[in-house]
């Protein structure tokens, strides 16, 4: 199993930029696909961006295509989310999560993800 921890989250302002991490315990990240979600108050939860630890295979939704930019640290064992150019309605709690690298459905299903973390605020002003 691998735990998840996400960090980094807080007030940003309109075209600013944040540095989210998820950092992950018990396995590396090596073992695993990697997808960032979010969820903003009374919406659903919404893809960001997955990514195969290879990074053979890296896919943004299209609302931070462009903006956003995943990466990885194998000594830390940690993803970042590199988020640029912010804007208001970039504003959610942000989901990191993990799933065994033998499925093979699209990224942005969240039910494909066996391991999430806690979660943290990222809030944008205008």
């Known amino acids: 199993q691998v735990q998840l921890v996400e960090s980094g989250g807080g007030l940003g302002q309109a075209g600013g930029s944040l540095r989210l991490s998820c950092a992950a315990s018990?396995?590396?990240?090596?073992?695993?696909?990697v997808g960032w979600f979010r969820q903003a108050p009374g919406k659903d939860r919404e893809f960001v961006v997955g990514?195969?630890?290879?990074?053979?295979?890296?896919i943004y939704a299209d609302s931070v295509k462009g903006r956003f930019t995943v990466s990885g640290d194998n000594a830390k064992n940690t993803v970042y989310l590199q988020m640029n150019s912010l804007k208001p309605e970039d504003t959610a709690i942000y989901y990191c999560?993990?799933?065994?690298?033998?499925?093979?459905?699209?990224?942005?299903?969240?039910?494909?993800?066996?391991?999430w973390g806690q979660g943290t605020q990222v809030t944008v002003s205008s």
């Open positions: 999560a993990a799933r065994s690298r033998s499925i093979s459905a699209s990224y942005h299903l969240g039910y494909t993800y066996d391991y």
């Open positions: 990514i195969s630890w290879s990074g053979d295979n890296t």
């Open positions: 018990g396995r590396t990240f090596s073992s695993y696909a």
